[in-house]
């Protein structure tokens, strides 16, 4: 992993860019929300109080949001990495919108997230233009 985040150091970035050091805190609170958020909506849909499609795009989000890290740092692939944090942001806004008539809380609750991959999905299409 050392060699990954060497080789990430290398990159070109914006110089609005945020320090490497920060990613671990803000993404370690974002897991609180969306372990609490996102387990809230699976209970609901085991105890059938809400359709499949519903549960859906928060399987995908999950899905994409860790194979980002696979992508970026284990493939070292800057476009799978823009194109899996556009389908975060893509799943995350369809997951915020499907859940809302039934949850509100959880879609409100997942507005620092939406904000974070919003910034996230930014920076990764800045960086992947940068280092091409």
Not at 1 to 15: A, D, E, R
Not at 31 to 43: D, M, N, P, R
Not at 103 to 108: E, F, G, I, R, S
Request: charged share 5%; aromatic share 20%.
């Amino acid at each position: 992993m050392k060699n990954s985040y060497n080789w990430y150091q290398t990159l070109v970035k914006p110089t609005w860019a945020p320090p490497s050091w920060l990613f671990g805190p803000v993404w370690s609170v974002l897991y609180v929300l969306i372990a609490i958020s996102f387990g809230s909506v699976f209970v609901k849909f085991f105890q059938k109080k809400i359709p499949f499609i519903v549960i859906l795009p928060f399987i995908l989000n999950l899905i994409f949001n860790f194979t980002f890290t696979y992508f970026q740092f284990g493939l070292k692939s800057n476009i799978l990495a823009m194109i899996d944090i556009l389908l975060v942001l893509i799943t995350l806004i369809w997951a915020m919108l499907a859940i809302y008539p039934y949850m509100k809380w959880v879609a409100l609750i997942n507005i620092p997230y939406l904000l974070w991959v919003s910034f996230a999905t930014v920076l990764q299409i800045t960086i992947t233009v940068l280092n091409k």
